[in-house]
Nanobody
Framework: QVTMQESDPGLVKPSQTLSLTCTVSGVSITTAAYYWSWIRQSPGKGLDWIGYITYSGTSSYSPSLESRTSISRDTSKNQFSLQLHSVTPEDTAVYYC??????????????????RGQGTQVTVSS
């Protein structure tokens, strides 16, 4: 059984960097051909794909967030992480880590996701 758990950053202030880590158990993040994504959802809106890192360590980002986003991994801990720089209140959302077989289809739907974390609320406020 694969489980995924996001860290809890809580409240983040505008202009700061949001850092999240997803801890994966039950499968190695280096297993071909899984892709490991970050996805967020704001109240009343659909799923917003942020980016992914592949089983081989290659990253790709949403064009709308690419300039502020970095996704990395620690294979020794079976974790992957998100950094979102210069956050604003518009970045307030529930953030999820997710696993797909191959690259996710954008716009993302939960039916296309093999597994995901329970989500963590991120609030950007001064």
């Amino acid at each position: 059984q694969v489980t995924m758990q996001e860290s809890d950053p809580g409240l983040v202030k505008p202009s700061q960097t949001l850092s999240l880590t997803c801890t994966v158990s039950g499968v190695s993040i280096t297993t071909a051909a899984y892709y490991w994504s970050w996805i967020r959802q704001s109240p009343g809106k659909g799923l917003d794909w942020i980016g992914y890192i592949t089983y081989s360590g290659t990253s790709s980002y949403s064009p709308s967030l690419e300039s502020r986003t970095s996704i990395s991994r620690d294979t020794s801990k079976n974790q992957f992480s998100l950094q979102l720089h210069s956050v604003t209140p518009e970045d307030t959302a529930v953030y999820y880590c997710a696993r797909t077989w191959g690259p996710p289809v954008v716009p993302v739907e939960w039916d296309d996701v093999l597994s995901r974390g329970q989500g963590t609320q991120v609030t950007v406020s001064s």
